[in-house]
């Protein structure tokens, strides 16, 4: 198994700010992902976080808004830049242990992002 | 495209009782199906994994069966408890081995005392 640690775990930020969003995964994972959940929603994802290479994006969501880093294994970040309140949601690191079909994915506690 | 959908969207109990929350999907061509447990403002826990060769998965008082020909999963909890209330997910692979899953809406259950 694994466990998957976000920071922050909420904030309160103001409208035109960025916010980076940390995800640390205590083993080594194969691949990560970033969901987001909108108030009332089910999760939607925004993109594969690819190790040492650019993300891969879903249809909607592009890198210039929601920049995404990987450097090793075991740890990513997503940053929701210049925000609007419609950006208020929870944001979700994911990741799944290895590539065969079998593997159960992970996912973190979340970042509750609030935008004024 | 994959889409999922589950029902109902939400579902009150008296403690005691069993119960069962439906998933359907609309490709079949799935190689897995999973479901989760969401507690208000919380991150996923995983519940059951059930591989598309397997019919049914059971862990405790959860069993989770899958009938991938006609795009259905079922997810019974047994002796329901007021600490099971929270919204449950069920999720599928998206096209390909990207990992990506597509979720239905969840099912929000509450069990009273």
């Known amino acids: 198994s694994a466990v998957i640690s976000q920071k922050p775990s909420r904030d309160i930020c103001q409208r035109g700010t960025s916010l980076t969003i940390q995800c640390q995964v205590d083993s080594q994972v194969t691949m990560m992902f970033w969901y987001r959940q909108q108030p009332g929603q089910s999760l939607t994802l925004i993109a594969t976080a690819n190790q040492g290479s650019e993300a891969t994006y879903e249809s909607g969501f592009v890198i210039d808004k929601f920049p995404i880093s990987r450097p090793n294994l075991t740890f990513s970040t997503l940053t929701v830049s210049n925000m609007s309140p419609e950006d208020s949601s929870i944001y979700l690191c994911?990741?799944?242990?290895?590539?065969?079909?079998?593997?159960?994915?992970?996912f973190g506690p979340g970042t509750r992002l609030t935008v004024l | 495209k994959q889409e999922v959908t589950q029902i109902p969207a939400a579902l009150s109990v008296p403690e005691g009782e069993n119960l069962v929350l439906n998933c359907s999907f609309t490709?079949?061509?799935?190689?897995?199906l999973q479901w989760f447990r969401q507690d208000p403002g919380k991150g996923l826990t995983s519940l059951l994994l059930i591989q598309s060769s397997q019919r049914e998965q059971t862990s405790g008082r959860l069993n989770a069966s899958l009938d991938k020909s006609s795009g259905r999963s079922t997810l019974y909890i047994a002796a329901s408890q007021p600490g099971d209330s929270a919204t449950y997910l069920c999720?599928?692979?998206?096209?390909?081995?990207?990992?990506?899953?597509?979720f239905g809406q969840g099912t929000t259950l509450q069990v009273k005392p």
């Open positions: 999720a599928v692979p998206g096209s390909s081995n990207t990992g990506k899953l597509i």
């Open positions: 490709d079949s061509a799935i190689y897995n």
């Open positions: 994911s990741a799944r242990l290895a590539g065969g079909q079998w593997d159960t994915q992970y």
